[in-house]
């Protein structure tokens, strides 16, 4: 089983709204990642665990709040968003953040649209 | 410095044509490994590939064909005959051991093949 589970698929909010994203893997996988994708640009990095312990966060704002509960899930919780947050958010999953088992799985995404 | 650099943005073929696409990295780290995605319009990362920085063997896969060159830092993407199934996004990316970083996305190659 070499897949990365996210709900919902689509999200529309409202910028006052507070939702959250969901993403499982069952692969054994000790590192999670959330990465933000706009409409014809690569995915960009928000927040790596390693062992579930939050090991990267690339400045994101406050507004977004990771979290993951155990090895196999990783939660996107928002809040206050705003319309430009507005993107497919994509969950993906590694053996390892680093080193030789660094190839991640991603799912297929969830499209959120902020109005 | 922009650390994966695909320079075609888009790329046209009819089917059954040949076709490659180009990755350039840049990094400073020795231990580092490159991959490639593709990204069908259903928006999930299809993991294809990943070559670590000490083998530099050429790699086939079906109608699938990678050439690294570290003297070059070059890492391109060949599909031989191609298909319609064929048409995505695809993306290479870096990951740097030493550095610490999680994967960097290219900007992606637009592959569109037609009938």
């Known amino acids: 089983d070499t897949e990365v589970t996210q709900t919902p698929k689509h999200l529309v909010m409202g910028m006052t709204n507070k939702k959250s994203l969901k993403c499982e893997q069952h692969?054994?996988?000790?590192?999670m990642y959330w990465y933000k994708q706009k409409a014809k640009k690569p995915p960009e990095l928000m927040f790596v665990?390693?062992?579930?312990?939050?090991?990267i966060n690339e400045s994101v704002p406050s507004r977004f709040s990771p979290e993951c509960p155990n090895s196999s899930l990783l939660n996107l919780h928002l809040h206050a968003l705003q319309p430009e947050d507005s993107a497919l958010y994509l969950c993906?999953?590694?053996?390892?953040?680093?080193?030789?088992?660094?190839?991640?799985?991603f799912g297929q995404g969830t499209r959120l649209t902020v109005v | 410095a922009q650390k994966v650099t695909q320079a075609q943005t888009e790329i046209s073929v009819v089917e059954k044509e040949d076709v490659t696409l180009d990755c350039v990295y840049e990094?400073?780290?020795?231990?580092?490994?490159l991959f490639w995605y593709k990204q069908p319009p259903s928006g999930e990362l299809v993991f294809l590939i990943r070559?670590?920085?000490?083998?530099?063997q050429n790699e086939i896969s079906g109608r699938y064909s990678w050439n690294f060159q570290k003297s070059t830092s070059s890492f391109n993407f060949t599909i031989t005959a191609s298909q319609v199934v064929d048409s995505a996004v695809y993306f290479c990316?870096?990951?740097?051991?030493?550095?610490?970083?999680?994967?960097?996305f290219g900007k992606g190659t637009t592959l569109s093949v037609s009938s």
């Open positions: 070559r670590n920085s000490f083998d530099e």
């Open positions: 990316a870096l990951s740097e051991e030493e550095a610490g970083t999680a994967l960097i």
């Open positions: 692969m054994g996988h000790r590192a």
């Open positions: 990094t400073r780290d020795t231990t580092y490994y």
């Open positions: 993906a999953s590694s053996q390892a953040h680093l080193g030789g088992r660094t190839e991640a799985f």
């Open positions: 665990y390693s062992y579930e312990k939050l090991s």
